[in-house]
């Protein structure tokens, strides 16, 4: 319940959460931003509001596959015909009934009421009450068609996944996406000792986990805000998911290489390389977008790396002044993000079979570019935060196939937790639920002295 203080200031933990809903389903904000940028607006909420908030919305974006089937059930009207404001009501109410047991149903329906008749939609709160209480009378008979509605997922993901893995490594994966993501953090043990910026991380009421990945990775729990964190506001650590860290460790630098990260932001894997070269070397990282520049300079300011350029600019177009000047190439490219999905939850409303093989196509055109940039025995490491073959295996095989490189034998490099048969060929797909992170595919590469039929192709 609100206190009087927020009715004073008119806000209503709900509306916000319909508000954000709207946002990022009918006018295709993007979740984490959107979402973000109402918390920090309304910080002054109470935690437990700010919590309801985003469990309504993560929860509402990751069933809303599902959810959409249920009002198909129950509901006279056709989800693509309802009014906007009507659907996102609908959606929101029916994760409530479903999925928070704290909540009476009866209240979730008389407030769903409440926000369409404050909506100016007075002639539609009889259909929402009805639709609603339906759903709440039923939900204990409710079943579903297949693995594809009951976790939620596009056809052509689940098609695509069930092509390439067993059924029941299918649905580890989904399960995982539909659990809450565990905040990963990297220690950065160049500023503090580790266990003092663990004991400052207990005296703020945060749970501290070892990941079980290194000890310079760890799991945080009852955490409000990061950037409220004594450790975070002194560079002691950094937000980084576990896959993100394995890029760095499968590239295995070496203090004095100069390196360049083509599209580094957000910038965690460039501040892991600064933090392994220990104050040496040069870390150069690249992105077209300037607002994203800026945050990564933040950064680097607040972890103190001195050997941390960022630089502006499109990685499809060739630096003259960087060919063959490269010790490393981090080649973490745009890609369809289907294996984040389990912390930004509407790319799987957004993402597109044509929108993958786009962006696989765009990897290509990058890779055809940066490579050069790479000194002959130098490594390049490409990556993606995704679990599609064309993007991932596909791509790996045609950079080998047509450019001076060979894999690297990874086997041992991240760690005993990590043991792949691929990895002996120079790359692993991590997947969700088999690994505690997020889906993510990396492979690394050596270059090499250049054939005289490479040369002839012009490659």
């Not at 004073?8 to 959460?17: D, I, M, S």
């Not at 389990?342 to 939850?345: E, F, H, L, M, S």
């Not at 790319?347 to 290509?364: F, H, V, Y």
């Not at 990058?366 to 790479?374: D, F, G, H, R």
């Given at each position: 319940?609100m ?60 069933y ?14 056709k ?27 009866s ?7 409440k ?58 994966v ?94 965690g894997?460039s ?16 992105d077209i ?52 999905m389990?912390?930004?939850?509407d ?18 055109d ?9 000194k ?35 086997r ?15 790359y ?32």
């Open positions: 319940m206190t009087n203080e927020k009715e004073r200031k008119g806000v209503n933990p709900r509306e916000l959460a319909l508000d954000i809903l709207l946002e990022i389903v009918e006018r295709d904000g993007l979740s984490h931003v959107v979402l973000s940028q109402a918390l920090s607006k309304y910080q002054y909420l109470e935690k437990q509001d700010r919590a309801f908030i985003t469990r309504v919305t993560e929860g509402t974006l990751e809303l596959i599902q959810i959409d089937y249920v009002l198909g059930r129950y509901s006279s009207v989800v693509e015909k309802m009014k906007p404001v009507i659907r996102a009501l609908l959606r929101m109410s029916v994760y409530q009934i479903l999925y928070m047991d704290r909540i009476p149903d209240a979730v329906c008389n407030e769903a009421v926000l369409a008749a404050k909506r100016r939609f007075q002639g539609l709160k009889g259909f929402v009450n009805g639709v609603l209480r339906t759903v709440s009378r039923n939900k204990g008979q409710l079943t579903f068609p297949d693995d594809r509605i009951r976790y939620s997922i596009p056809r052509w993901i689940y098609d695509m996944w069930m092509e390439e893995y067993p059924k029941e490594t299918v649905r580890k989904l399960e995982a996406f539909l659990d809450k993501s565990r905040l990963c953090v990297r220690l950065c043990a160049g500023r503090a000792e580790a266990e003092a910026i663990k004991d400052s991380l207990i005296r703020q009421g945060v749970l501290v986990e070892d990941s079980g990945y290194g000890d310079d990775l760890v799991f945080l729990d009852h955490v409000d805000y990061v950037e409220s964190l004594e450790a975070f506001q002194k560079g002691w650590i950094q937000i980084q998911d576990l896959s993100s860290a394995m890029v760095v460790r499968a590239a295995n630098p070496q203090k004095g290489w100069r390196c360049i990260d083509v599209c580094g932001a957000p910038g894997k501040l892991h390389l600064a933090e392994v070269l220990g104050g040496t070397g040069q870390v150069e990282v690249r977008s300037h607002s994203k520049a800026d945050l990564i300079e933040d950064s680097v300011k607040r972890l103190g790396y001195s050997n941390v350029t960022v630089t502006v600019m499109d990685a499809l177009f060739k630096d003259e002044k960087s060919v063959e000047a490269a010790d490393l190439v981090l080649a973490d490219l745009p890609c369809s993000g289907l294996g984040v389990g912390r930004k939850p790319i799987k409303l957004r993402a597109t079979r044509q929108s993958a093989e786009d962006l696989a196509q765009l990897q290509r990058i890779l055809s570019v940066v490579w050069q940039y790479v002959p025995g130098g490594i390049l490491v490409y990556s993606t935060c995704t679990i599609n073959r064309k993007e991932n295996q596909d791509n790996a095989a045609w950079f080998s196939d047509n450019f001076p490189f060979e894999p690297v034998d990874i041992g490099r991240l760690g005993d937790g990590i043991r792949e048969d691929t990895m002996e060929q120079g692993v797909q991590l997947l969700p639920g088999i690994y505690p992170c997020d889906g993510f595919f990396l492979a690394v590469f050596r270059r090499v002295e250049e054939r005289a039929e490479d040369r002839v192709k012009g490659i």
